[in-house]
């Protein structure tokens, strides 16, 4: 399709500034496409702050607001001018169909919808009314997916077990104050790692939660747990995965709507014995 695309963690950016920004116009690039918060590290990126930059020198801002979900972010109102969603994820909500949303003013859609004309990604029936109707409920849904979230993130982190917890409702996070600017709630999915760093520990991590389904998919009413290392970010090397701050034993948790308390008592009861 001759596009030609270079990736950069922007994450510390309040600290370093955007370390790929300055004279991007320049450099040939006409389109920043951000992440925030990022699978599976749940990255912070200050979309205002980027969007300003961006625009300065007429670059179109797209960011992916999968992970967030409108009710917790509305990136269009921080400045972006185009804002994408995996709606295979909370916005359908029950893991049963596929599809995508972009908005955006007229003039940017517009093109987005002459080339899927051309290239024929229709939605189905059955999809379409799959997301319609799980996306009635996705207020409810996302607004106790935020609090179990935090529940559980928070009982991780004071778990002797526990190396690192990545949400970016934790004060710990470091992107937790820009979170706190540019977001009503931190999102339904975290990430973790045990002491025991590895992918062996994973394998015997997983089996032994008796909620959450051990899948690729995120963002829907059950629980789903998943290893990036062997799922997401399967087709990286592990040089890569390290270039993206992504560790072997990683454990993504996508908190689903069942009782928080049941979620707590199940990693409580997996995590013996590690
Ligand atoms: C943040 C984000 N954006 C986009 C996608 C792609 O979604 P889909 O499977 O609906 O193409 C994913 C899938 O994991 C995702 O996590």
């Known amino acids: 399709m001759g596009v030609r695309f270079e990736s950069e963690s922007l994450s510390d950016l309040n600290r370093n500034g955007c370390p790929i920004c300055p004279g991007i116009r320049t450099k040939g690039c006409t389109l920043l496409?951000?992440?925030?918060?990022?699978?599976?590290?749940?990255?912070i990126i200050d979309?205002?702050?980027?969007?300003?930059?961006?625009?300065?020198?007429?670059?179109?801002?797209v960011v992916d607001n999968t992970a967030a979900t409108p009710i917790n972010q509305n990136p269009l109102q921080l400045g972006a001018d185009v804002v994408v969603h995996s709606a295979t994820k909370f916005l359908g909500g029950h893991a049963?169909?596929?599809?995508g949303v972009a908005c955006g003013p007229k003039?940017?859609?517009?093109?987005?919808?002459?080339?899927?004309?051309?290239?024929?990604?229709?939605l189905d029936p059955m999809s379409a009314y799959l997301l319609l109707r799980g996306m009635k409920t996705l207020?409810?849904?996302v607004k106790?997916?935020?609090?179990?979230?935090?529940?559980?993130?928070?009982f991780l982190e004071s778990h002797p077990a526990v190396e690192r917890v990545f949400y970016p409702g934790l004060e710990s996070h470091a992107g937790h104050a820009i979170a706190r600017q540019q977001m009503r709630g931190f999102g339904g999915v975290l990430s973790f790692l045990l002491?025991?760093?590895?992918?062996?520990?994973?394998?015997?991590?997983?089996?032994?939660?008796?909620?959450?389904?051990?899948?690729?998919?995120?963002?829907?009413?059950?629980?789903?747990?998943?290893?990036?290392?062997?799922?997401?970010?399967?087709?990286?090397?592990?040089?890569?995965?390290?270039?993206?701050?992504?560790?072997?034993?990683?454990?993504?948790?996508s908190t689903g709507i069942e009782d928080v308390e049941d979620l707590i008592e199940d990693v409580a009861s997996a995590l013996k014995g590690f």
């Open 195 to 253: 002491k025991e760093n590895s992918l062996d520990a994973v394998g015997r991590f997983i089996p032994r939660l008796r909620f959450a389904h051990a899948a690729g998919n995120l963002g829907a009413v059950e629980t789903i747990v998943a290893s990036p290392a062997t799922s997401s970010h399967v087709e990286c090397t592990p040089e890569e995965r390290a270039r993206l701050g992504i560790p072997e034993g990683l454990i993504r948790y």
């Open 139 to 141: 207020d409810l849904r």
């Open 47 to 61: 979309i205002a702050r980027l969007s300003k930059v961006a625009h300065a020198q007429g670059v179109v801002v």
């Open 33 to 43: 496409y951000l992440e925030t918060p990022t699978n599976p590290t749940t990255k």
């Open 144 to 154: 106790r997916q935020n609090e179990s979230a935090l529940r559980i993130a928070q």
């Open 96 to 99: 049963d169909a596929l599809g």
């Open 107 to 122: 003039h940017l859609i517009d093109q987005v919808h002459h080339y899927r004309e051309i290239h024929g990604a229709v």
